[in-house]
Protein backbone atom coordinates (compact mmCIF):
# COMPACT_ATOMS: atom_id res chain seq x y z
CA UNK A 1 0.00 0.00 0.00
CA UNK A 2 1.46 3.19 -1.24
CA UNK A 3 -0.06 5.43 1.66
CA UNK A 4 1.81 3.39 4.65
CA UNK A 5 4.68 4.77 5.93
CA UNK A 6 7.66 3.09 5.78
CA UNK A 7 9.03 1.07 9.12
CA UNK A 8 12.13 2.11 10.64
CA UNK A 9 13.62 -1.50 10.33
CA UNK A 10 13.30 -0.78 6.33
CA UNK A 11 15.81 2.30 6.93
CA UNK A 12 19.45 2.22 6.17
CA UNK A 13 21.70 2.59 8.91
CA UNK A 14 22.22 6.49 9.23
CA UNK A 15 26.20 7.75 7.63
CA UNK A 16 28.04 8.88 10.62
CA UNK A 17 28.81 13.02 9.74
CA UNK A 18 32.18 14.46 9.92
CA UNK A 19 34.55 13.93 13.06
CA UNK A 20 36.44 10.82 13.83
CA UNK A 21 35.24 7.34 12.90
CA UNK A 22 33.44 5.40 15.42
CA UNK A 23 35.33 2.58 16.41
CA UNK A 24 34.53 -0.77 17.24
CA UNK A 25 34.16 -1.56 20.85
CA UNK A 26 36.38 -4.60 20.72
CA UNK A 27 38.88 -2.59 20.00
CA UNK A 28 38.96 -0.20 22.44
CA UNK A 29 41.19 -1.28 25.38
CA UNK A 30 39.95 -2.37 28.70
CA UNK A 31 41.61 0.42 30.45
CA UNK A 32 40.03 3.27 28.10
CA UNK A 33 36.61 1.49 28.95
CA UNK A 34 36.77 1.85 32.82
CA UNK A 35 38.42 5.36 32.06
CA UNK A 36 35.52 6.46 30.74
CA UNK A 37 32.88 4.92 32.85
CA UNK A 38 34.91 6.93 36.11
CA UNK A 39 34.80 9.70 34.29
CA UNK A 40 30.76 9.81 33.07
CA UNK A 41 30.59 8.44 36.92
CA UNK A 42 32.49 11.48 38.43
CA UNK A 43 31.05 13.88 36.36
CA UNK A 44 27.30 12.71 37.35
CA UNK A 45 28.36 12.84 41.05
CA UNK A 46 29.86 16.49 40.99
CA UNK A 47 26.57 17.61 38.75
CA UNK A 48 24.28 15.45 41.54
CA UNK A 49 26.50 17.45 44.27
CA UNK A 50 26.04 21.00 42.65
CA UNK A 51 29.64 21.25 41.84
CA UNK A 52 29.17 22.89 38.41
CA UNK A 53 27.28 26.04 40.00
CA UNK A 54 28.87 28.82 42.01
CA UNK A 55 26.34 27.97 44.91
CA UNK A 56 26.25 24.14 44.92
CA UNK A 57 23.33 24.38 47.83
CA UNK A 58 21.27 25.96 45.34
CA UNK A 59 21.72 24.01 42.85
CA UNK A 60 18.40 22.79 40.98
CA UNK A 61 20.52 19.44 40.25
CA UNK A 62 21.85 19.06 43.67
CA UNK A 63 20.65 15.61 45.04
CA UNK A 64 22.78 14.06 47.49
CA UNK A 65 21.14 10.49 47.79
CA UNK A 66 21.52 10.22 44.06
CA UNK A 67 25.40 11.66 44.46
CA UNK A 68 26.02 8.86 47.24
CA UNK A 69 24.86 6.06 44.68
CA UNK A 70 27.09 7.39 41.97
CA UNK A 71 30.38 7.76 44.47
CA UNK A 72 29.74 4.49 45.69
CA UNK A 73 29.60 3.25 41.77
CA UNK A 74 32.71 5.13 41.16
CA UNK A 75 34.48 3.82 44.61
CA UNK A 76 33.86 0.04 43.66
CA UNK A 77 34.73 0.95 40.07
CA UNK A 78 37.97 2.48 40.89
CA UNK A 79 39.01 0.16 43.59
CA UNK A 80 38.16 -3.02 42.00
CA UNK A 81 40.22 -2.35 38.92
CA UNK A 82 43.09 0.29 40.54
CA UNK A 83 45.74 -2.74 38.88
CA UNK A 84 44.54 -2.38 35.93
CA UNK A 85 44.58 1.29 35.15
CA UNK A 86 48.75 1.82 35.44
CA UNK A 87 49.16 5.71 35.54
CA UNK A 88 45.19 6.48 35.47
CA UNK A 89 44.85 5.18 38.78
CA UNK A 90 46.15 7.88 40.56
CA UNK A 91 43.98 11.00 38.90
CA UNK A 92 40.91 8.47 39.36
CA UNK A 93 41.53 8.24 42.86
CA UNK A 94 42.11 11.92 43.64
CA UNK A 95 39.02 12.40 42.49
CA UNK A 96 37.23 9.98 44.05
CA UNK A 97 38.15 11.73 47.59
CA UNK A 98 37.58 14.83 46.28
CA UNK A 99 33.63 13.90 45.50
CA UNK A 100 33.81 12.00 49.39
CA UNK A 101 35.07 15.17 50.85
CA UNK A 102 32.50 17.65 48.66
CA UNK A 103 29.76 14.86 49.88
CA UNK A 104 30.57 14.93 53.21
CA UNK A 105 30.95 18.75 53.88
CA UNK A 106 27.83 19.21 51.58
CA UNK A 107 25.77 17.17 53.97
CA UNK A 108 23.61 18.38 57.22
CA UNK A 109 24.21 16.03 59.05
CA UNK A 110 27.96 14.31 57.70
CA UNK A 111 28.60 10.48 57.78
CA UNK A 112 30.78 8.77 60.26
CA UNK A 113 34.46 8.67 58.51
CA UNK A 114 34.48 5.20 57.14
CA UNK A 115 30.53 5.10 56.34
CA UNK A 116 30.54 8.41 53.44
CA UNK A 117 29.82 7.11 49.92
CA UNK A 118 32.41 4.44 48.60
CA UNK A 119 34.33 4.20 52.13
CA UNK A 120 33.62 0.43 52.28
CA UNK A 121 35.54 0.12 49.11
CA UNK A 122 38.13 2.94 49.79
CA UNK A 123 38.54 3.41 53.56
CA UNK A 124 37.79 6.61 55.68
CA UNK A 125 37.77 9.82 53.76
CA UNK A 126 38.46 12.79 56.11
Do not use: N
Amino acid sequence: MADQLDSPADDPAPEPTGGPPARELAEVPAVEVISRAAVMLMSAAAEKLGLAEDDPVSSPHRDLDEARRLITALAGLVTASAEYLGLHAGPLREGLQALQRAFREGSVYPDEPGTGPGEKYTGPVY
